[in-house]
């Protein structure tokens, strides 16, 4: 089963092939079954007012889903502070919102970037002043902040070998990538590095994914 997401107008849509089949023949038509997923019916502020409509919450500016547990950033909730929508699939295949990962107060736009793996989720959040990446420990409970792990805004996840690309800039304007495992208690062990030119900036806002041996860095402050 192939799954297609594709984020349109703060409304997260998601589209499964319908059979396996229809993937496999070029001469048939591919049926979607496609479910739109929406913030809550009303996003309540951290007071348990409800959020002015008038403020753009950007839901769905990032994604990240591992088995039959989907997050969605919210970047844009309370003024920018942001938050994350936790989604389960049922057994009839439907995502339900089984409440939100809350930020713990420090930086803004929480939720701009997401991973997920089957032990831990990663949310990153970015403002001026302050940038980073939370780590949270899944358990049955829910999610669970681990203040003593933290990444760098940008980086990837290789969910099959735990492996995690992260990036940091030097005095020199070059940028260091390291190739990282991470331990049970969220804790990076560096394991290869490597300097990136100095004509790559190091953009906090930029993205970082990883997959087998293949490193992807966006920067999206150049117009190249």
């Known amino acids: 089963m192939r799954a297609l997401l594709h984020c349109l107008s703060f409304t997260l849509c998601l589209a499964a092939l319908a059979s396996p089949l229809a ?116 358990t049955k409970q829910g999610f669970q902040l681990l203040p003593e792990a933290a990444l760098p805004p940008s980086f990837g996840i290789d969910e099959p070998t735990g492996r995690v690309f992260t990036t940091s800039q030097r005095a020199d304007g070059s940028t260091v990538a390291k190739l990282s495992v991470l331990d049970k208690r969220g804790r990076l062990h560096p394991v290869e590095r490597f300097v990136i030119p100095s004509d790559i900036s190091a953009d906090p806002q930029r993205r970082a994914a990883l997959w087998d041996d293949v490193y992807v860095l966006t920067n999206p402050s150049d117009n190249d």
């Open 23 to 138: 993937a496999q023949s070029p001469e048939l038509p591919q049926p979607m079954a496609v479910q739109r997923l929406h913030p809550i019916p009303i996003e309540e502020g951290p007071d348990g007012s409800p959020e002015a409509p008038s403020i753009p919450l950007f839901f769905g500016t990032s994604v990240a889903a591992f088995g039959n547990t989907l997050l969605v950033g919210i970047p844009g909730f309370h003024d920018q502070v942001g938050r994350v929508g936790i989604f389960k699939r049922d057994a009839a295949g439907q995502w339900q919102r089984q409440g939100s990962i809350e930020s713990p107060g420090a930086g803004a736009n929480f939720g701009v970037g997401l991973g997920l793996t089957r032990d831990f989720a990663f949310v990153s959040f970015f403002e001026s002043s302050s940038s980073g990446t939370h780590v949270y420990r899944r």
